[in-house]
């Protein structure tokens, strides 16, 4: 097995695609030595977004705005984390103050 992956032009993925439309997709993974996973994802793309699907890195809207609230999500998290950690802080020393009191 090869450590080097074979990188797609985005003519070669639509004549892939088209070609996959026409006949089937194994024969065209065959055909193209493509695995069949690639050839549904980009067939997905094409007929979502048309020829632009194909470039590399394409998102639909959703895909998008899905990615965006992933990333506030996880700033989010984090914030709370530290200031749930700052709360405990404070009443390790609170108790801490309080049995030294007595």
Do not use: P
């Amino acid at each position: 097995m090869s450590k080097h992956r074979k990188t797609w032009s985005l003519e070669e993925k639509e004549k892939i695609v088209l070609h996959s439309i026409q006949h089937c997709v194994s024969s065209s993974s065959r055909e193209f030595g493509v695995s069949t996973v690639s050839i549904y994802n980009w067939k997905e793309k094409f007929e979502k977004l048309g020829k632009s699907g194909l470039e590399a890195g394409a998102m639909t809207d959703a895909e998008r705005e899905l990615k965006q609230l992933r990333r506030e999500n996880e700033a989010l998290k984090r914030i709370v984390a530290e200031k749930e950690l700052a709360i405990q802080i404070k009443d390790s020393l609170f108790k801490k103050s309080q049995s030294l009191k007595k």
